[in-house]
């Protein structure tokens, strides 16, 4: 069975630059995960006694505390840079801009619309830096807009790691239902890169493996591009997971993987793949 | 033969506003036709001696200079300004508005971009407007958007008179080419009103005559709406055009009117429409 790798997949420009902050501060801590992947996480704490803690008092109990990517609410950054020793922020700065593009916006007297997931960290955070927050609406499609008290300008900002059709689409509602628009392009061209390249794989192959987070936002898109195109794709974090049943008659298996997937867990696939389908 | 009315049709705010303006100040000039509709300017010239003038030399030749619904470009509104002895500016609020954004939006640094016919006197004055022409680009299709430098970010004002389900489309093709895109709703309401009081009108008719000017921009879009509905439908600019052969064996007779058309030559339009079908 001939394996192949997706023209472009895996760890991010954001995701590597929270990893290399992370290596750079042993015996610090994250508040959240950093990254949506377990095994890293697992990987920095044996190799760098990186920790993970998920309250304001178990964050207090350590000299330095890392920001994870996906970023947190305005008013918890708020508190541990109050409380805590030493902040390092590894919010990708591409989740950094819609932010910043919230609070300035909201500031302006712009209704805020975020097209995104309320219940995804990015976005708790994004939403947080609005100034109005009876005037700011989360939502994951245009028919979710209709009876929203919009007033007459309205900013658009996007989660990073959403389709851009669908924020197109929701931008083209606005556009009549307002005075004025303001659309920011905040989703990340990696995230475009990544799906694009599996959209071109899924068509090709008759097996196909997505590695990533379970919780993963952008691994789950990859997925469900993947489930567009065939039957057989799968979904997993590592190579524990893979079943030698999977391979069984089949010729051409794709391999993707998420944003926040380093490249040994996908080489590890990759040779554990190579072993289920050959034996 | 029942003859039936458009439920919205006929003269909009700007250009009842204009006429108003025209005829409180009798013995003026207007530069370029007020409205579009050439009885109209006839009826002035009679009742009022309004006169229309085409040229700045002609125009100096008036005390009291009379600016049109649809604008004209900076440049002459300020030459006229400079050497006229009074200028009355009757553009319509609604063209002054996106006028004014492309002033602004242009001065901020964002490439102009507007929905509209490059030929059209509105659209002439609005791009007048823009402080950098090399960066203002006007199209009517989205395909037009392709190679052109548009820089980061985009203002988009529209035609007042244009389609809003187009203007939609040009908007979401922005909104993944630029880091921020500006979306003015510069369409008039007054146009959505007739336009879909005449679709539905078209619907239930077997003949449809629609009444404006021949260069009007939105008359010419409320034909284009009928077109696309029956086979039957006539532009005309007054009673004088009506054939006898068109209401032939028909039942029920649709009648819409453009935003420039004035309520008397409309009446006409209705009398001779009974007159030749019930002859």
Not at 1 to 20: Q, T
Not at 169 to 186: D, P
Not at 262 to 277: G, Q, R
Request: hydrophobic share 35%.
């Amino acid at each position: 069975m001939k394996i192949e790798l997706a023209k472009s997949y895996g760890f991010c420009y954001g995701v590597k630059r929270a990893i290399d902050i992370a290596e750079e501060h042993p015996n610090s801590a994250t508040f959240g995960p950093i990254i949506h992947n377990q095994d890293e996480i697992d990987r920095l704490k044996k190799d760098y006694n990186v920790d993970l803690v998920d309250s304001v008092d178990k964050a207090l109990e350590h000299d330095t505390l890392i920001i994870r990517t996906h970023g947190i609410t305005k008013e918890r950054l708020k508190t541990l840079k109050k409380d805590s020793k030493k902040v390092i922020n590894a919010t990708c700065p591409y989740v950094t801009t819609p932010q910043q593009i919230v609070e300035k916006m909201s500031k302006d007297g712009y209704t805020i619309v975020i097209f995104g997931d309320k219940n995804h960290p990015e976005i708790e955070g994004v939403a947080s830096y609005s100034v109005d927050k009876e005037r700011t609406f989360i939502v994951l499609d245009e028919s979710e807009l209709v009876g929203l008290p919009l007033g007459v300008k309205v900013a658009l900002v996007a989660q990073t790691t959403r389709k851009p059709q669908k924020y197109q689409e929701i931008a083209a509602s606005l556009v009549v239902r307002v005075a004025e628009l303001r659309v920011f392009n905040t989703i990340c061209n990696a995230t475009f890169e990544n799906q694009d390249a599996t959209d071109e794989l899924a068509k090709k192959v008759d097996v196909m493996v997505v590695i990533g987070g379970k919780n993963s936002s952008n691994t789950k898109q990859l997925h469900s591009i993947c489930k567009s195109k065939l039957e057989d794709c799968y979904h997993i974090e590592n190579e524990r997971e893979l079943k030698k049943e999977w391979f069984k008659d089949k010729k051409h298996c794709g391999v993707t993987a998420g944003a926040s997937t380093p490249d040994w867990i996908i080489s590890s696939v990759v040779e554990k793949i190579k072993e289920l389908s050959s034996s």
